[in-house]
């Protein structure tokens, strides 16, 4: 594979977790990324509502509009 020539070490790590450990890998990196793109949108938008701010990250991270 091309991509494990790019970066062997995570790969190899990768194959020594089981498959629970790299589930709750992935699911830590996806709180990650909601959580820096939350905090973008209340640094863009400082007065946002609660509201407002579900609707926009779920058009940054699904890139998408949410019909009302």
Same mark, same amino acid.
């Given at each position: !594979?091309?991509? #494990?020539?790019?970066?062997?070490?995570?790969? /190899? *790590?990768? %194959?020594? !977790?089981?498959? #629970?450990?790299?589930?709750?890998?992935?699911? /830590? *990196?996806? %709180?990650?990324?909601?959580?820096?793109?939350?905090?973008?949108?209340?640094?863009?938008?400082?007065?946002?509502?609660?509201?407002?701010?579900?609707?926009?990250?779920?058009?940054?991270?699904?890139?998408?509009?949410?019909?009302?």
């Amino acid at each position: !594979m091309k991509k #494990e020539k790019s970066n062997p070490i995570y790969y /190899e *790590l990768l %194959r020594k !977790m089981s498959g #629970e450990e790299r589930f709750k890998r992935a699911l /830590e *990196l996806c %709180r990650l990324v909601w959580r820096i793109t939350e905090d973008s949108i209340r640094n863009q938008f400082p007065n946002i509502s609660k509201e407002e701010l579900k609707e926009k990250l779920k058009e940054r991270i699904y890139r998408w509009k949410l019909k009302r």
